[in-house]
């Protein structure tokens, strides 16, 4: 019985994968997707972070640095789950994906991409609550960008966006406290 519902959760998550993917050869997505998933890669996060930590003051300044803590602490668990959880990555898997022609070899459960970028954004937002109409969107099409390129499935996403979420609104509130 829990056998078969892994297995139709896993159906209906190739399902979600197969109707995201489907859409990898247009033009102008793959401009925005390939484009966009890069602001969740570390050379992006750190150096937006790093910036707006040596260029700002006030709110800002102190929110960048719960933003880079949050980032710093995202990671741990994103590693422990890929070597807890060894997933193949879609494009192993499903016959059909579309990718890159060099992709990750990596483990996919959970997307370090998406969980970095909602760690770096929530203090953002829990800070500045009208941000949320910039940075959610950035957030989701990061995580949406992983499942287009071929690279996750929606769960690791999911997870991601968990994560992400859960240490920036705990390294908020517990970080800026101390500043």
Do not use: W
């Amino acid at each position: 019985m829990i056998a078969r519902s892994i297995n139709a959760l896993y159906e209906i998550e190739c399902c979600i994968f197969k109707g995201i993917n489907r859409y990898f050869e247009r033009k102008v997505l793959n401009i925005y997707f390939r484009t966009i998933t890069h602001a969740g890669g570390a050379k992006c996060t750190i150096l937006s972070v790093l910036l707006l930590m040596l260029l700002s003051k006030g709110t800002i300044h102190k929110t960048a640095i719960v933003s880079m803590a949050s980032l710093a602490i995202s990671h741990i668990p994103v590693q422990i789950f890929k070597k807890l959880y060894p997933r193949k990555r879609p494009y192993m898997m499903i016959v059909g994906t579309k990718h890159h022609l060099n992709p990750l070899q990596d483990h996919s459960f959970p997307s370090g991409h998406t969980t970095a970028i909602f760690s770096v954004v929530i203090p953002f937002i829990v800070d500045v609550p009208a941000s949320i109409f910039l940075l959610l969107p950035l957030a989701l099409s990061v995580g949406v960008s992983r499942i287009y390129l071929g690279l996750h499935y929606p769960s690791d996403v999911l997870a991601g966006m968990f994560l992400g979420t859960l240490t920036g609104i705990l390294s908020y509130f517990q970080i800026i406290q101390l500043l």
